[in-house]
């Protein structure tokens, strides 16, 4: 089983999302960049489904010692400077979090099957 959240970890992610997130959000926000909201000028199709722009690197491609550079310059060509300085200190809190957990054979009560 997954242990719990190290309570180091816990307070590092409270802390990134109140000093960091908030303040990305609030930036983009002003700059009037939307997120996930439905264009409902569009005829509904009945799916929210986007395919990925072809030559998008599925996630899975990333090597994790380049995954800071290539979030941040994603972000980036994307128009989203805020959220490209959280490359890093996102990567860090990932690591915080994978530090302080071990797992044994028993499955995560977390996970899951969908039928």
Known sequence: MTEPVPPAAEAAARAFFHERLVKAAEQLRARGVKFLEPDLSAPAEGSAYVPCPSGTL?????????????????????GLPELA????????????????TTTDAEVSPFIYVMF
Do not use: K
């Not at 990333?62 to 994307?78: F, N, P, V």
């Not at 300085?85 to 302080?100: C, D, F, K």
């Open 85 to 100: 300085e959280l490359a890093g200190p996102l990567l860090e809190l990932a690591r915080l979090q994978a530090a302080g």
């Open 58 to 78: 599925e996630l899975q491609d990333w090597c994790t010692q380049d995954l800071e550079r290539r979030l941040a310059r994603m972000w980036e060509s994307q």
